[in-house]
């Protein structure tokens, strides 16, 4: 079942990159076309502490490129990435892969991953990153391909967006893109209804449309409704939520809250609940979530971020994420300096503790020169 | 949120060019309140667009940014920027709503209150500042300090007091070209009496009856060394501008 998901995810990502480049092509004497990427290069030394330690070092090479373009009312991205990652940054790689193995549809990997394999010592991977055709009509705008659908109000959880997917392994967590179309009608200038499908969904293929307004000038809110289909021990569902945040001087709390109810009867449903807020004191950007989940396996899960100017030039950050009652914990302390003759600098401590109540410790530089 | 504290765009840089445009008229007999509205008279426009570049400068260090940008009235504002860095990020302003949007992961971020005071992109601008309306009459009592040369020119120097607790700064100190109506400088000022914003007009550019400045230094006050200089580089007023630019869909597109 997996095997032909993927297959289908797979090809139908090539059929959107044809799309998207085919797009490319036909716009490049129309209203605009560029290329944009970065080259990055880090370095990285680890340190496990489950029983003796046991230190290793990797390093990445990377080069990303990005391509967007337009046409009358056509619009279109395309963004890749080539890296070779070696040592403990390859393990990395290979253990979230293991973890989620919808996540290798979107790469070509060398050596081909094999979930029973060790981590080899060095790999290969073009990634897809993005890619997507948009076409507007009136009020109403049309996409597909490989996206975000970018609902709720989460930074680190949503149990409001039907369709996330959570990267945590930065420290600082990011949606992922998936293989989605989407369909928006545009009734005002701040309003919008979305209707996306997801295919490929890990937890089953799922339909919803989302409803987003503002009012009172400070009120955002929307309302969520959709069906997911039947995948291995889950039945078919109805999704439903909502989602507010509301802008106070210092602080702005946002909240959401979510709930699948199975429609066959089989089970109870379940529900969400997160609460959330971004507060600003001095020069420092603070941002707290608390996701309370009474039906998952994880109840409850926080994360927290704090983020601050040194000067003009360089930054600091720090995020926590820990889970209360597995005690698994990810905190780290980057700084970053921008524009140092002519590359971008971050230096990042991070220390983790797994469900065994094992501790480890990353160090990483990395370099970065856009153009 | 790392996004959010390196945010690349601003608003206000066209906002306070806004607030500066002047007409050249005669400036004899007038009162503080005069003054202002003949200021505020020259800001008004239907439309306007203009392509811009932002240096942002620290100690020694300057990074540049470019930028196009549309505006109907003071309540509708939208801008682009095109520097390879931030290419594709765009800003949009609905009144009192702030969103931007992020080509890279094709997200829109509606900026919150508590996000506003900081400072945008390493700018000497903050957010609040976008959101300032440029009507100074309605937002300011003004008081005519007297007169003062200012870079060879002469100048009406103004005081003004916040008429309500809503607007970003509760005093400004204006000096207003006496003939052309240019607020050739503006110090900025928290209800304390503390100094926060300069912003100075350092060239002009006529475009029909009216002086615009065609280049801006700002600086933050509570920053060593810190200035930006906003520059127009092409400018168009009272063009058509079609209403469907100033909405979530544009600035998604």
């Keep these: ?57 990797g390093a990445a090479s990377t080069l990303a490129l990005a391509l967007d373009g337009s046409r009358g009312s056509t619009s279109f991205r395309a963004s890749v990435h080539f890296a070779l990652l070696y040592g403990n940054e ?10 989620s193995p919808g996540k290798a549809l979107a790469f070509l990997i060398a050596p081909a991953f094999e979930a029973a394999s060790p981590a080899p010592e060095t ?32 930074k680190a959880f949503s149990p409001a967006d039907f369709f996330a997917e959570f990267d945590y392994s930065s420290g600082s967590p990011t949606r992922l893109s998936k293989l989605i179309a989407r369909a928006t009608w545009f009734p005002g200038a701040t309003s919008r209804v979305d209707l996306v499908y997801d295919p490929y969904a890990a937890m089953g293929a799922t339909i919803a449309a989302r409803a987003y307004a503002t009012a009172f000038d400070s009120l955002a809110f929307s309302a969520a409704a959709g069906i997911r289909a039947a995948a291995g021990t889950s039945p078919r569902s109805f999704l439903g939520a909502i989602e507010a945040t509301f802008d106070l001087p210092f602080a702005s709390p946002y909240g959401e809250a979510a709930v699948v109810l199975p429609l066959d009867g089989s089970a109870a449903a379940s529900w969400s609940l997160l609460g959330g807020g971004i507060a600003r004191i ?8 608390y996701l309370f989940s009474p039906e998952a396996t994880t109840h409850h899960s926080i994360f927290a971020q704090i983020g601050a100017p040194i000067d003009e030039w360089a930054s600091l950050s ?5 889970y209360p009652e597995s005690g698994i914990l ?14 971008d600098l971050g230096l990042s401590a991070s220390a983790n503790r797994s469900a065994s109540q094992a501790w480890s410790g990353k160090l990483s530089l990395t370099a970065r020169c856009g153009f | 949120m790392r996004r959010l504290v ?45 392509e811009g570049k932002m240096e942002i400068t620290s100690g020694s260090k300057t990074k540049v940014k470019t930028m196009r940008a549309w505006s109907a009235g003071s309540g509708k504002a939208f801008i682009e920027f095109t520097n390879p860095e931030d290419k594709g990020v765009r800003m949009l302003k609905l009144e009192k709503n702030l969103w931007m949007y ?47 040369i200012l870079d060879g020119r002469e100048c009406f120097v103004l005081q003004l007091v916040a008429k309500n607790k809503e607007v970003a700064y509760a005093k400004r100190k204006l000096w207003v070209d006496a003939e052309r109506f240019i607020v050739a400088r503006s110090e900025l000022y928290a209800k304390s009496g503390m100094l926060l914003k300069i912003s100075k007009t350092l060239d002009y550019t006529k475009v029909g009856s009216r002086y615009f400045p065609s280049i801006v230094e700002f600086s933050d006050a509570l920053k060593k060394n810190s200035k930006t200089v906003m520059s127009m580089t092409s400018l168009a007023l009272d063009v058509p501008m079609d209403e469907g630019r100033f909405s979530l869909q544009a600035l998604t597109k």
Excluded at chain 1, 318 to 322: F, S
Excluded at chain 1, 330 to 343: E, H, N, P, Q, R
């Design chain 1, 330 to 343: 990810a905190a780290a302390i980057t700084i970053s300096l921008s524009d140092l003759a002519g590359l």
């Design chain 2, 102 to 148: 992020f080509p890279s992961e094709r997200d829109t971020v509606k900026i919150s209150g508590a996000l506003l005071r900081q400072g945008m992109m390493g700018s000497d601008f903050s957010y609040e500042d976008a959101m300032e309306p440029d009507d100074l009459k309605n937002l300011y009592s003004a008081e005519l300090m007297g007169k003062e």
């Design chain 1, 123 to 154: 790999i290969a991977l073009l990634a897809f990153d993005d890619l997507a055709l948009r076409w507007d009509t009136g009020a109403f705008a049309f996409e597909a391909g490989k996206t975000y659908a970018n609902w709720g109000l989460g």
């Design chain 1, 318 to 322: 720090l995020p926590v994420l820990y």
């Design chain 1, 282 to 289: 001095g020069g420092a950007t603070m941002l707290g979530e």
């Design chain 1, 90 to 99: 390859a393990a990395t790689l290979w253990s979230s892969l293991q973890l």
């Design chain 2, 6 to 50: 390196f945010m690349n765009v601003f608003v206000a840089a066209g906002l306070l060019f806004c607030a500066a445009i002047a007409g050249a008229q005669g400036a004899q007999g007038l009162d503080a309140s005069a003054i202002l509205a003949k200021v505020d008279a020259n800001q008004v426009y239907s439309t306007i667009y203009y």
């Design chain 1, 1 to 57: 079942m997996k095997t032909s998901r993927f297959a289908g995810s797979r090809a139908a990502l090539l059929l959107a990159a044809a799309l998207a480049f085919g797009a490319a092509t036909r716009a490049e004497a129309a209203d605009g076309i560029s290329l944009s990427g970065h080259v990055q290069q880090s370095a990285s030394g680890a340190m496990s502490f489950s029983g003796s330690p046991s230190p290793s070092g």
